[in-house]
T-cell receptor
Framework: DQQVKQNSPSLSVQEGRISILNCDYTNSMFDYFLWYKKYPAEGPTFLISISSIKDKNEDGRFTVFLNKSAKHLSLHIVPSQPGDSAVYFCAPFSSGSARQLTFGSGTQLTVLP | EAGVAQSPRYKIIEKRQSVAFWCNPISGHATLYWYQQILGQGPKLLIQFQNNGVVDDSQLPKDRFSAERLKGVDSTLKIQPAKLEDSAVYLC??????????????FGPGTRLLVL
């Protein structure tokens, strides 16, 4: 019973182009949505988040879009850089619970120079 | 500011042996989490502590896994006896728990366990 799905295990993009990573969820109690980035042999690091009262949040090259009716969110990286190559995890939580994150299975992004 | 520290970084054991992992969270962080990340999957929460109390251990296989945070600072996670399916990266994370809705969790580098 996967509450959070990242259906693309991998994505390759040319440097300078846009990267779009997708995430679908089933639990309607989720009201905060986080993206974490993970390099090999390191722990995940927080990247950007969005609350359910918004449909867009932007931070530099990173923008997250939330479509609550479709239970879908996406992370856009523009322009993509080789240093962005990492695994990206979608991790929503419910503020009404113990604020525990539920991670998707991740998408390996490779930005080609 | 020092990050979350974990040791060892790698461990290889045979099935039925025991193993322990150690975590030192960021100073002042009240909440500590242990996650298990199996290859190709996202991290799965095993146990969550607030100070030295357990908030949630519903996904911890208690017949073989145990965890403690006796003084509300560092924590140990133990597996006894280990099974082949316990091969994974064990991640420790901590958060401040300042009362806001968003609680950024800071992760350590993880311990990679291989059970043969």
């Amino acid at each position: 019973d996967q509450q959070v799905k990242q259906n693309s295990p991998s994505l390759s993009v040319q440097e300078g182009r846009i990267s779009i990573l997708n995430c679908d969820y089933t639990n309607s109690m989720f009201d905060y949505f986080l993206w974490y980035k993970k390099y090999p042999a390191e722990g995940p690091t927080f990247l950007i988040s969005i609350s359910s009262i918004k449909d867009k949040n932007e931070d530099g090259r990173f923008t997250v879009f939330l479509n609550k009716s479709a239970k879908h969110l996406s992370l856009h990286i523009v322009p993509s850089q080789p240093g962005d190559s990492a695994v990206y995890f979608c991790a929503p939580f419910s503020s009404g619970s113990a604020r525990q994150l539920t991670f998707g299975s991740g998408t390996q992004l490779t930005v080609l120079p | 500011e020092a990050g979350v520290a974990q040791s060892p970084r790698y461990k290889i054991i045979e099935k039925r042996q025991s193993v322990a992992f150690w975590c030192n969270p960021i100073s002042g962080h009240a909440t500590l989490y242990w996650y298990q990340q199996i290859l190709g999957q996202g991290p799965k929460l095993l146990i969550q502590f607030q100070n030295n109390g357990v908030v949630d251990d519903s996904q911890l296989p208690k017949d073989r896994f145990s965890a403690e945070r006796l003084k509300g600072v560092d924590s140990t996670l133990k597996i006894q006896p280990a099974k082949l399916e316990d091969s994974a990266v064990y991640l420790c994370a901590s958060s401040l728990l300042a009362g806001g809705h968003q609680e950024t969790q800071y992760f350590g580098p993880g311990t990679r366990l291989l059970v043969l």
